[in-house]
């Protein structure tokens, strides 16, 4: 490629690359992106090319001069064939690489780790599965796919990377993801690209690749003590899931443990895959996902939780896989509340209520 000149050619590269115009290839995807990009360009050029030399040429070739008398040509089959069949098949090699790219972008590898990301006015919020906050950073290994389950507290948003070619709207009340395997260490960009209100533009932050040994040292020297899935069994605790979901045979409600990822039958014959999204739906909206064989008793706790305490709830029952810390929490409660107060219920409740563990929306 350095038909222009070595000098000239590292001009073109420093310039591409320091002038944010052209960010760094920085993800796994990020050289595909470009290369279908760069393809369109490149037809876009061509056809601009040939139908401006078709214009300069044809008004020289038919001026007044040369042509004084016009005549008129009507019809031609090869012509008008040419002009159909090329541009078709231009269009349908961008179609078929534009499709394979996309469902690459969109279907993460089965390995890839999940971390969660709140957005809201003005700010990016992510948690590691291991109980790490960050505000407007985000530390990432090298070399690993790594899953975004996204959702937003308030507006729309729009989480955008663009050294590593991804973007994803993040939408209140939903998840969405996006996930990438970062290339090369180094800090990028981090951006909301969906006008949110005065401080969109403060919406930015860091994005850190770091080697995976480093990675680790980094989440292990950042900890909070408390995984989101221990946050989770906390909170599961103290709003009373257990109560309902403890797993025992006379229970209320159903088994929660080893269910995410299985598909269970709705009380209208269907069947739902219980993914992230179904969880939260489940909590807030439990009359959204009405389960075969069980009565529509589950409280709403809409309002209840904040988008943390439901990712703490979310990762605490996908990670359930027994019931025997469930039963161990209420036998202890049960002995506790026995030797407490004997006048059962009501009190227990407000004692209840008026502790909030964090999670939960404050009143
Ligand atoms: C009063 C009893 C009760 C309480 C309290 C309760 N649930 Fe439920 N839950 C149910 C019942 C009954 C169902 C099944 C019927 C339905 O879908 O509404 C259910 C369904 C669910 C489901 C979907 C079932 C599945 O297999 O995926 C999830 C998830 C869930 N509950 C989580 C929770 C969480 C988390 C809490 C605490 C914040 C909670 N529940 C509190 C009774 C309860
Ligand atoms: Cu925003």
Redesign the pocket.
């Known amino acids: 490629m350095h038909f222009i000149s070595p000098v000239l050619w590292q001009f073109l590269v420093n310039w591409l690359t320091h002038f944010a115009l052209f960010p760094p290839e920085a993800s796994s995807i990020a050289p595909h992106a470009d290369a279908l990009y760069f393809f369109l360009v490149a037809i876009s050029l061509v056809g601009l090319v040939l139908v401006l030399a078709l214009v300069a040429g044809f008004s020289f070739l038919y001026r007044k001069e040369r042509n004084p008398e016009a005549t008129q040509i009507e019809g031609s089959t090869l012509l008008e064939a040419t002009w159909t069949i090329i541009p078709l098949a231009l269009f349908m090699v961008a179609f078929v690489w534009g499709a394979l790219l996309y469902f690459r972008i969109y279907n993460p590898p089965t390995n890839a780790m999940n971390i969660y990301v709140v957005g809201k006015q003005w700010m990016w919020k992510a948690e590691h599965p291991g109980g790490q906050h960050e505000i407007n950073s985000l530390h990432i290994p090298l070399g690993r796919p790594v899953q975004l389950t996204m959702i937003s507290q308030d507006v729309f948003h729009s989480f955008s990377i663009p050294a590593f070619r991804v973007k994803r709207e993040v939408i209140p009340g939903r998840y969405t993801t996006v996930w990438f395997e970062a290339t090369q260490e180094g800090t990028y960009h981090l951006f909301c690209t969906q006008y949110c209100g005065t401080l969109h533009s403060q919406m930015i932050g860091t994005i850190t690749v770091m080697k995976p040994a480093d990675y680790e040292a980094w989440t292990e020297g950042s900890t909070s003590g408390m995984s989101l899935a221990q946050n989770g069994e906390r ?2 605790a103290s ?7 403890s797993g025992s045979a006379t ?6 443990a080893e ?2 990822m ?1 598909k ?1 039958q ?2 209208n014959g269907s069947y ?1 895959t ?1 993914d992230d999204a ?2 939260r739906d ?2 807030l909206n ?6 075969a ?7 709403t ?1 809409q309002g ?2 904040s988008e943390e305490g439901l990712i703490d ?1 979310v990762e ?2 996908k990670k359930l896989n027994s019931n025997y810390r469930i039963q161990q929490t209420l036998n202890t409660t049960q002995v506790q509340s026995s030797v407490q107060s004997p006048a059962p219920s009501t009190q227990g409740r407000a004692q209840q209520a008026a502790q909030t563990a964090p999670g939960m929306v404050k009143p």
């Open positions: 909170l599961y709003l009373g899931c257990n109560a309902c979901h229970a209320r409600g159903p088994n929660l269910v995410y299985t269970v709705m009380s739902s219980v179904f969880l489940s909590i439990p009359t959204m996902h009405q389960m064989g069980y009565a529509p008793i589950m409280p706790y209840q939780i709830l605490y029952i």
